[in-house]
Nanobody, 127 residues
């Protein structure tokens, strides 16, 4: 049973930083891609960033490029989202997700691509 558990959310002022963690368990994730999504009140869940567990290749939404960094720790089976220069529009519930990466050639950016989801962690950025 795959389990993804996010942590690290909270309240921060605009311009500040937070680091989210996603602890993954239940199987070997070497052939998986991990994604971060977010959902603001009244809006659709949107793609933020993705990383291939093997190789560490990353891809970002334009809205966070240059401010957010996704990484993974093999030994801890944990994926991170370092968020810098936060803006009020970054306020949302942030979700971690996982999908089997059969090709290693494709960046998974659509919500329906992902098989497994965490419960989410709230990030609030005050102005």
């Amino acid at each position: 049973q795959v389990q993804l558990v996010e942590s690290g959310g909270g309240l921060v002022q605009a311009g500040g930083s937070l680091r989210l963690s996603c602890a993954a368990s239940g199987r070997t994730f070497s052939n998986y891609a991990m994604g971060w999504f977010r959902q603001a009140p009244g809006k659709e869940r949107e793609f933020v960033a993705t990383i291939r567990w093997t190789g560490g290749n990353t891809y970002y939404a334009d809205s966070v490029k240059g401010r957010f960094t996704v990484s993974r720790n093999y030994a801890k089976n944990t994926v991170y989202l370092q968020m810098n220069s936060l803006k009020p529009e970054d306020t949302a519930v942030y979700y971690c997700a996982a999908v089997r990466d059969y090709t290693g050639q494709y960046y998974y950016t659509a919500r329906h691509d992902y098989e497994y989801w965490g419960q989410g962690t709230q990030v609030t950025v005050s102005s």
